[in-house]
């Protein structure tokens, strides 16, 4: 049960870094450069607050939902943010 509960948060942060990555990059183009900075902070406690009001904080534990898949994310974020600004600026 804990594996998979911790699966699916990962992949929902690998989900959320590339929405937040898409919008980065269009607020960024629309000139709004602090913003598109701050939003993958954003995204990334929003996934955080999706599993502690759907309780499943408890069964994965509150350090190891705060960090797991923190790297993919971070990477995926900053992948697609590159990708969504090479093609809509190149």
Do not use: C
């Amino acid at each position: 049960m804990k594996e998979r509960e911790l699966n699916k948060l990962y992949w929902s942060r690998v989900a959320l870094a590339a929405a937040a990555g898409v919008v980065s990059a269009l607020l960024y183009v629309h000139g709004m450069g602090y913003v598109a900075v701050f939003s993958p902070l954003i995204f990334y406690l929003a996934s955080l607050l999706i599993y502690v009001f759907k309780d499943q904080i408890q069964i994965i534990g509150k350090k190891k939902a705060g960090y797991h898949g923190i790297g993919s994310y971070i990477i995926t974020w900053l992948v697609v943010y590159m990708l969504v600004l090479t093609l809509i600026l190149g």
